[in-house]
Protein backbone atom coordinates (compact mmCIF):
# COMPACT_ATOMS: atom_id res chain seq x y z
CA UNK A 1 0.00 0.00 0.00
CA UNK A 2 1.72 3.39 -1.18
CA UNK A 3 0.86 5.92 0.87
CA UNK A 4 0.19 9.84 -0.50
CA UNK A 5 0.44 13.07 0.93
CA UNK A 6 0.47 16.43 -0.94
CA UNK A 7 1.72 19.82 0.51
CA UNK A 8 1.96 23.22 -0.06
CA UNK A 9 -1.36 24.59 -1.27
CA UNK A 10 -2.68 28.10 -0.18
CA UNK A 11 -4.07 31.14 -0.81
CA UNK A 12 -2.54 33.06 -3.86
CA UNK A 13 -3.28 36.31 -6.14
CA UNK A 14 -4.08 35.87 -9.91
CA UNK A 15 -0.01 35.86 -11.66
CA UNK A 16 1.35 34.48 -8.35
CA UNK A 17 3.11 30.84 -8.24
CA UNK A 18 3.09 28.03 -5.48
CA UNK A 19 4.70 24.62 -5.31
CA UNK A 20 3.04 21.75 -4.34
CA UNK A 21 4.83 18.18 -3.40
CA UNK A 22 4.18 14.89 -3.06
CA UNK A 23 5.60 12.59 -0.61
CA UNK A 24 5.06 8.74 -0.93
CA UNK A 25 5.75 6.31 1.83
CA UNK A 26 6.86 3.62 -0.82
CA UNK A 27 10.36 2.76 -1.11
CA UNK A 28 10.26 1.74 -4.88
CA UNK A 29 9.10 5.26 -5.86
CA UNK A 30 10.80 4.90 -8.62
CA UNK A 31 9.00 2.48 -10.20
CA UNK A 32 5.34 4.97 -9.98
CA UNK A 33 4.94 7.31 -12.93
CA UNK A 34 2.95 9.57 -10.86
CA UNK A 35 0.33 12.38 -12.01
CA UNK A 36 -1.53 15.30 -10.44
CA UNK A 37 -5.22 15.81 -11.01
CA UNK A 38 -7.46 18.47 -9.56
CA UNK A 39 -11.34 19.05 -8.91
CA UNK A 40 -12.79 22.30 -8.58
CA UNK A 41 -16.38 22.65 -6.53
CA UNK A 42 -19.02 21.40 -8.74
CA UNK A 43 -16.87 20.01 -11.08
CA UNK A 44 -15.30 16.53 -11.92
CA UNK A 45 -11.74 15.62 -11.19
CA UNK A 46 -9.41 16.19 -14.30
CA UNK A 47 -5.85 15.53 -15.24
CA UNK A 48 -3.19 18.20 -14.93
CA UNK A 49 0.07 16.36 -15.26
CA UNK A 50 1.85 13.38 -15.07
CA UNK A 51 5.67 12.19 -15.01
CA UNK A 52 6.61 8.79 -15.88
CA UNK A 53 9.40 6.91 -13.43
CA UNK A 54 12.47 7.90 -14.98
CA UNK A 55 11.40 11.66 -15.10
CA UNK A 56 12.03 11.42 -18.89
CA UNK A 57 8.45 11.65 -19.82
CA UNK A 58 6.23 14.56 -19.24
CA UNK A 59 2.54 14.70 -20.37
CA UNK A 60 0.38 18.47 -19.32
CA UNK A 61 -3.54 19.05 -19.56
CA UNK A 62 -3.47 22.14 -22.33
CA UNK A 63 -4.80 24.36 -19.72
CA UNK A 64 -1.61 24.44 -18.13
CA UNK A 65 0.89 23.67 -20.69
CA UNK A 66 3.66 26.49 -20.09
CA UNK A 67 2.59 27.20 -16.89
CA UNK A 68 3.09 24.23 -14.49
CA UNK A 69 6.00 22.29 -14.37
CA UNK A 70 5.95 18.53 -12.89
CA UNK A 71 9.41 16.62 -12.05
CA UNK A 72 9.86 14.18 -9.09
CA UNK A 73 12.85 13.22 -6.87
CA UNK A 74 13.20 9.50 -6.86
CA UNK A 75 15.81 9.47 -4.05
CA UNK A 76 13.50 11.58 -2.00
CA UNK A 77 10.19 9.51 -3.05
CA UNK A 78 8.54 13.25 -4.00
CA UNK A 79 7.24 14.99 -6.94
CA UNK A 80 6.40 18.31 -7.20
CA UNK A 81 4.03 20.24 -9.18
CA UNK A 82 5.42 24.10 -9.71
CA UNK A 83 2.76 26.51 -10.86
CA UNK A 84 3.11 29.46 -12.03
CA UNK A 85 0.87 32.33 -13.46
CA UNK A 86 -1.67 31.02 -11.60
CA UNK A 87 -5.72 32.06 -12.56
CA UNK A 88 -8.48 32.14 -10.42
CA UNK A 89 -9.75 29.34 -12.72
CA UNK A 90 -6.60 27.07 -11.14
CA UNK A 91 -8.71 27.16 -7.99
CA UNK A 92 -8.90 23.69 -6.92
CA UNK A 93 -8.06 20.69 -4.65
CA UNK A 94 -5.05 19.16 -6.13
CA UNK A 95 -4.33 15.24 -5.85
CA UNK A 96 -1.64 13.30 -6.93
CA UNK A 97 -1.46 9.81 -7.89
CA UNK A 98 0.84 7.08 -8.45
CA UNK A 99 0.44 4.38 -11.42
CA UNK A 100 2.77 1.05 -10.83
CA UNK A 101 4.80 0.79 -13.98
CA UNK A 102 2.62 2.99 -15.33
CA UNK A 103 3.06 5.20 -18.68
CA UNK A 104 1.97 8.62 -17.36
CA UNK A 105 -0.83 9.45 -18.66
CA UNK A 106 -4.36 11.30 -18.52
CA UNK A 107 -6.71 8.41 -17.51
CA UNK A 108 -7.80 8.17 -13.77
CA UNK A 109 -8.37 4.84 -13.68
CA UNK A 110 -4.95 4.07 -14.56
CA UNK A 111 -3.86 5.19 -10.87
CA UNK A 112 -3.45 2.86 -8.42
CA UNK A 113 -3.14 5.20 -5.37
CA UNK A 114 -4.51 8.58 -4.47
CA UNK A 115 -3.17 11.21 -1.91
CA UNK A 116 -5.93 12.98 0.13
CA UNK A 117 -5.58 16.56 -1.66
CA UNK A 118 -4.36 19.96 -0.70
CA UNK A 119 -6.42 22.91 -2.00
CA UNK A 120 -5.01 25.71 -3.75
CA UNK A 121 -7.29 28.75 -4.10
CA UNK A 122 -6.54 31.34 -6.68
CA UNK A 123 -7.77 35.35 -5.91
CA UNK A 124 -8.59 37.51 -8.53
Known amino acids: QVQLVESGGGLVQAGGSLRLSCAAS????????MGWFRQAPGKEREFVAA????????YYADSVKGRFTISRDNAKNTVYLQMNSLKPEDTAVYYC?????????????????WGQGTQVTVSS
Open 97 to 113: AAEFLGRAGSFMGSYDY
Open 26 to 33: ERTFSSYA
Open 51 to 58: ISWSGGST
